[in-house]
């Protein structure tokens, strides 16, 4: 028979694939001997065979029973007691932490009977009351679906009619009239009265959360997270325990280490006579945590061992909900928390000085994505700004944008390519359409813990939180500052999250401290002095020692050859030279189509070749000692010429004034008609442009060898490699490549400088050739993935026209989780790759084989090339940093050196 539940004792924190994060955790707690109430996990198992038959596997109930009576005996309550009612919570619990995106009910046990027993044994029958309709509100909405806001208005009457907005004032006489009419709702709404039975209630429960696995938040997270759709969520059944039995009790939120700014020292809120749900959902503002000391000083002391144990086994900042009753502390969850990037880098390095993780254990500590976050551009401080007020420092960054004060409208105005700043009262898990579209998210309301700080810090979004000076109304769409100006939906603010300033209008941004590293104007000192510099400094250090792969640039110009050297490029693996058709050599392209005679041809190339060397001499200058691997032309040649529909309207102005076109535009005009293709990115481009246009990849070659004996007779020492795109077969290599080896013994001889060594490769980036690239290495002296292309042709997705267009519904649908075009589609895509790499150094032992598309700088893809044995991958610049250190974290055996 199938193990479906689990008791704490059977579980612990490597489990979490089984019990989700917060049973495995809460089992590891309990193993540590920390003070958990008595619990039990329902595994994912059970969730994922929920959602598959859409009932749960008949064993399961009687599992469940089974665990209910060993709590039973082991705290001397009941369900369903009418005395003394044992209570119990049903909590969701995924692999990875999906903060307030499933669903949670809490008080099972309760019903009209019990509340009476909870009323007598508490002597608190106001709290018994307050707990049967949290109950019925929770049931109501999450069990039965039924619309939240009904039993929100009821409560909002309850309060109006007392003159009250703090649910606090409400007596034990008012709590039974709402208990009375929340069963109405119920009843009316769902057919049925609400179950008095509570292994009933329990059961509905367990099935709501698995349910809420699929609900459409959860959906939209796992997209933005990546996190795969296939899990499940554990349910984790949890003896209640109450921190709303007054002034003695309350619940709180706490981090080792401060999850925003990486600062050392604990950290985090405490809400005295509350329940966790109101802490996490920032409604009352809460107190520190060292304030908490001056309220509960045994159960706070307590609580500082109890993290310094937990940081001190899970060796990381962990994150902790507690909830104190009667004096009593209660762990509710641990877990390793969520951090800004910013905390990451500095937290790692803090463990490695603290001497409780290595260093290769804290370059897995960190990742790629985290550093891109911390290449984004900040407030420059020198620019003029008017502050309007401040809240916390939730998420940093620096965000500017258009206010506004709706999710799904910030979605639609992001959609249309605005820039908007989400301001909310406070969020809570439905805005999170408008938490991802906005740049940047400000509450007036809430602390570091509510969710929009969670929610926002998990996403790496800028956000600041509780910004209480500032009166935001999201009915009427306004922000009132504090001098009375009201700002509306529309009007600009600036947020920086790293500070918790907010300013009207929008400031200036400039390179972060992290970018200036990179680019080598910080002086020694000056990195040492900055903590986060010098732990992105540190661990960089660390992936460039451990790394197999080698890091390339993508670059076209002497200017960025210089830039990527300087972000750590250790050549260039891709150099695309189209861009050296453009511009004032626009006119000598159209010679070259236009040539009616081989003489002009040639003289149209010749024009062409001294312009082509002088960009090449730059470039192997910049990336001097480097491989530089260059590329010929590879896009269709009519690119260069003007649209066909410029020329049509051009045709018909002049036929409208009774002219006609001059004598070279009617020829480019029949040129343009001629080359016209249906599928230009399968029609005449790459090789095929070097077999049909006599002359041009020979030019080509002519210039990149003739700008290398320059550049060794300037004592450089360049390391060209051609490289020719898009082959399908290898005859198209071996024709290119002795016209190419017959133009380098003429350039050999001509200027003396021995050019005949300089390696000739391809590009593949069609099926084709991955399938056949054991012939093709027959004659290729290197491979370079053009993943971009690979995944187009593989796939037959049109590059420039898919992602924008039904890649969402796919995504949706759960064809892919991630745009196959961003990620390596490693199923598909990779498997090409793998056998072109395999039988490529079968024909050739040692092949040199490197990745020049987009993937080259993804770090997901970067951990799959690495564990294919490529050589390196090449990628943006501005990305090389990312893949340095991706490709540092690849080589490690650490756990987490896998991706994530
Ligand atoms: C590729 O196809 O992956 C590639 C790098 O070439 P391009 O993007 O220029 O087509
Ligand atoms: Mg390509």
């Known amino acids: ?30 193993n540590m001997g920390l003070p958990v109430p008595p619990s039990f996990t329902i595994t994912t ?6 959602l598959a038959e859409g009932a749960e596997p008949p064993e399961m109930a009687a599992q469940i029973d089974e665990h209910v009576e060993k709590i039973e005996q082991e705290i001397g309550k009941k369900l369903g007691d009418p005395n003394d009612p044992l209570l119990v919570s049903v909590r969701s619990g995924a692999k990875f932490s999906m903060p307030g995106m499933m669903e949670t009910v809490l008080n099972i046990g309760l019903n009209d009977k019990s509340v009476e027993g909870l009323a007598a044994v508490t002597g608190n029958p106001r709290f018994a009351y307050d707990s049967y309709r949290r109950l019925l509100q929770m049931f109501g909405k999450t069990v039965l679906d039924i619309d939240g806001e009904k039993f929100e208005s009821v409560l909002d009457e309850a309060k109006d009619a007392k003159g009250t907005k703090n649910d606090l004032d409400l007596d034990v006489d008012d709590l039974k009239k709402i208990v009375e009419r929340f069963k109405a709702i ?14 009933e209630q329990l059961l509905e429960a367990v099935r709501a959360v698995f349910r809420s696995w699929n609900s459409e938040r959860a959906v939209l997270y796992r997209r933005q997270e990546r996190i795969p759709t296939d899990l499940g969520t554990a349910v984790n059944v949890c003896t209640m325990v109450f921190g709303n039995l007054g002034q003695t009790s309350g619940t709180g939120v706490a981090f080792t280490r401060d999850p925003a700014s990486g600062h050392q020292g604990v950290y985090g809120d405490y809400l005295q006579n509350a329940q966790g749900e109101d802490v996490v959902a920032g409604i009352r503002n809460t107190m520190s945590l060292a304030d908490m000391e001056g309220v509960d000083k045994a159960a706070y002391d307590e609580l500082m061992g109890i993290m310094a144990t937990l940081e001190g086994h899970y060796k990381d900042l962990c994150d902790i909900e507690f909830t104190v009753q009667d004096n009593k502390l209660w762990m509710l969850q641990t877990r390793v928390g969520k951090r800004t990037a910013e905390a990451a880098f500095k937290i790692a390095c803090q463990l490695v000085d603290e ?25 420059d401080e020198s620019a003029p700004k008017e502050k309007i007020g401040k809240g916390m420092n939730a998420s940093p960054g620096a965000a500017v944008g258009e206010l506004c004060f709706n999710s799904p409208k910030a979605a639609e105005l992001a959609a249309q390519g605005r820039k908007v700043i989400l301001a909310r009262r406070e969020t809570n898990p439905d805005d999170l359409v408008g938490m991802i579209a906005a740049q940047g998210i400000l509450t007036s309301r ?36 504090p001098d009375g100006t009201v700002m509306k939906a529309g009007e600009v603010v600036s947020i920086n999250g790293t500070t918790g300033d907010v300013f009207k209008g929008e400031v200036a941004v400039v390179d972060p401290p992290v970018v200036q590293y990179f680019e080598g104007t910080l002086s020694e000192s000056e990195i040492e002095q900055d903590e986060l510099v010098h732990a992105v400094h540190r661990l960089m250090t660390i992936a460039d020692k451990q790394r197999a792969l080698k890091v390339r640039a993508n670059a076209d110009t002497g200017e960025d050859a210089l830039r990527a050297r300087r972000f750590g490029a250790q050549g260039i693996g891709l150099c695309r030279t189209e861009h050296m058709f453009l511009g004032d050599r626009r006119p000598l392209v159209e010679k070259l189509i236009l040539a009616e005679t081989p003489q002009e041809k040639q003289a149209a190339l010749d024009a062409l070749a001294p312009k082509q060397k002088g960009d090449f001499v730059e470039i192997l200058e910049a990336m001097d000692g480097l491989p530089v691997t260059i590329r010929l032309l590879d896009p269709p040649l009519h690119e260069f010429l003007p649209a066909q529909s410029e020329l049509i309207a051009q045709h018909a102005m002049a036929q409208a004034r009774g002219m006609d076109l001059k004598e070279d535009q009617k020829k480019i005009m029949a040129a343009v008609e001629r080359m016209h293709e249906q599928n230009p990115m399968l029609g005449l481009r790459g090789v095929r442009l070097g077999l049909v246009i006599a002359g041009l990849f020979e030019m080509q070659a002519q210039a990149i060898l003739e700008a290398t004996a320059e550049r060794k007779k300037a004592g450089g020492d360049p390391q060209p490699e051609i490289m020719i795109p898009l082959v399908a077969a290898v005859q198209e290599l071996e024709i290119m490549k002795d016209a190419i080896r017959k133009v380098a013994v003429e350039v050999s001889e001509k ?21 056949t690239a054991g012939e093709i290495a027959e004659a290729a002296e290197f491979f370079s993935f053009g993943t971009n292309d690979l995944t187009q042709t593989t796939w037959g997705f049109s590059r420039d026209d898919v992602e924008g267009s039904f890649f969402s519904n796919y995504i949706e649908r759960g064809i892919f989780g991630v745009s196959p075009f961003e990620t390596l589609d490693q199923g598909g895509v990779g498997k090409l790759v793998e056998i072109a790499a395999k039988s490529g150094r079968e024909t050739r032992p040692g092949l040199h084989l490197g990745v020049c598309g987009e993937h080259g700088g993804d770090p997901a893809s970067v951990h799959f090339f690495n564990a294919i044995g490529l050589d390196y991958v090449s990628c943006s610049p501005f990305r090389v940093p990312v893949a340095r250190l991706e490709a540092g974290r690849a080589s490690g055996t650490e756990e987490g050196s896998d991706f994530r």
């Not at 956000?463 to 769409?477: K, R, S, T």
């Open 1 to 30: 028979m199938t193990k479906f539940v689990y008791a704490l004792s059977e579980g612990n924190k490597d489990l979490k694939d089984l019990l989700g994060g917060k049973g495995a955790n809460l089992a590891e707690m309990h």
């Open 45 to 50: 198992e059970a969730c994922k065979a929920y």
């Open 186 to 199: 119920i009843a009316e709404e769902h057919d049925t009265p609400f179950p008095q039975e509570p292994k």
């Open 355 to 379: 001497g409780s993780i290595s260093e290769a254990e804290a370059l897995q500590r960190v990742n790629g994505d985290q550093l891109v976050q911390l290449m984004f551009p900040r407030f």
């Open 446 to 481: 809430g602390g570091k813990t509510s969710h929009a700080a969670v929610v926002a810090r998990g996403m790496g979004k800028t956000c600041v939180c509780g910004a209480e000076e500032l009166l935001i109304d999201v009915n009427a769409e306004t922000m009132t500052l």
């Open 751 to 771: 200027t003396g400088v021995d050019l005949t060594q300089v390696p000739i490769g391809t590009m593949i980036e069609l099926p084709r050739a991955a399938i």
